[in-house]
C-alpha cells in the first residue's frame, strides 16, 4: 500500500481537461513539494513536475501542478493520445522513516 | 546528452546476492546525488537507496536496510547498489535516477535493469 494516495484509474477526450489528485500527510506532502512523473508503457518515468508546480524544459504548459495543505493534483489540458500513460506523484517524508515516498500511479486513458 | 545506463540484473536464487551498476554520462556526476528506485512488475514505484554527491550521506528504504549498500565512485562516474540476502519481493526493474538537487527528486532516470529472485 502506497504512503500517497491517488485514484487507480482517469480517463478523458481529445482536447478535454483531466485531474489526477495525489493525497498524504502532513510529514510528507504537507510539509515538503511534491513532484509528478510520466511513465509511458515499457519505459521509465519522466519528470513532469517539480516543487508543486514547476515545469522542467521541453515538458508542454498543458501540463500544471498544484499543492494544497496535504493534497496535490496534476492537471493536463488539451488532452491527447500520446498523454495515455501511467502518471505517479512523490514526496520527501520526514516522519520516523526519512523517506522519497510515491504514489500508487494513475492509469491515465484518452477515450 | 545526459544518460544514465544500468547493468547487472538478472536471474538470482533467494538469499544470493547481486551488484547493479549504473554508468553517468554527459553530466558532471560528482556534482549530484543519486537514487535507485525499483518497480515491481506491474507495480508502481518505490524509492529504495539515496547517496549524496560526495559518497558522505546515504539512505535507505525500511524494505533494503541492512541487506542493500548504494556506493559511488565518482572517478568511474559510475553509481552501484549491492543486494545482499535477496528476496522474491526485491524482483523488480531497478532504475537509478539522479537527483535534481540534493533535496529534490529525481530529474534524469536510466532505463532500468531487471532483477528476478526465484529458485
Known amino acids: 500500500q502506497s504512503v500517497l494516495t491517488q485514484p487507480p484509474s482517469a480517463s478523458g477526450t481529445p482536447g478535454q481537461r483531466v485531474t489526477i489528485s495525489c493525497s498524504g500527510s502532513?510529514?510528507?506532502?504537507?510539509?515538503?513539494?511534491v513532484y509528478w512523473y510520466q511513465q509511458l508503457p515499457g519505459t521509465a518515468p519522466k519528470l513532469l513536475i517539480y516543487r508543486n508546480n514547476e515545469r522542467p524544459s521541453g515538458v508542454p504548459d498543458r501540463f500544471s501542478g498544484s499543492k494544497s495543505g496535504t493534497s496535490a493534483s496534476l492537471a493536463i489540458s488539451g488532452l491527447r493520445s500520446e498523454d495515455e500513460a501511467d502518471y505517479f506523484c512523490?514526496?520527501?517524508?520526514?516522519?520516523?522513516?526519512?523517506?522519497?515516498?510515491f504514489g500508487g500511479g494513475t492509469k491515465l486513458t484518452v477515450l | 546528452q545526459v544518460q544514465l545506463e544500468e547493468s547487472g540484473g538478472g536471474v538470482v536464487q533467494p538469499g544470493r546476492s547481486l551488484r547493479l551498476s549504473c554508468a553517468a554520462s554527459g553530466f558532471t556526476f560528482s556534482n549530484y546525488a543519486v537514487h535507485w528506485v525499483r518497480q515491481a512488475p506491474g507495480k508502481g514505484l518505490e524509492w529504495v537507496a539515496f547517496?549524496?554527491?560526495?559518497?558522505?550521506?546515504?539512505y535507505y528504504a525500511d524494505s533494503v536496510k541492512g541487506r542493500f549498500t548504494i556506493s559511488r565512485d565518482n572517478s568511474k562516474n559510475t553509481l552501484y547498489l549491492q543486494m545482499n540476502s535477496l528476496r522474491a519481493e526485491d524482483t523488480a526493474v531497478y532504475y537509478c535516477?539522479?537527483?535534481?538537487?540534493?533535496?529534490?527528486?529525481?530529474?534524469?532516470w536510466g532505463q532500468g535493469t531487471m532483477v528476478t529472485v526465484s529458485s
Open positions: 535516477a539522479r537527483g535534481l538537487s540534493t533535496y529534490d527528486a529525481f530529474d534524469i
Open positions: 512523490a514526496a520527501w517524508d520526514d516522519s520516523l522513516n526519512d523517506s522519497w515516498v
Open positions: 547517496i549524496s554527491y560526495d559518497g558522505s550521506n546515504k
Open positions: 502532513s510529514s510528507n506532502i504537507g510539509s515538503n513539494y
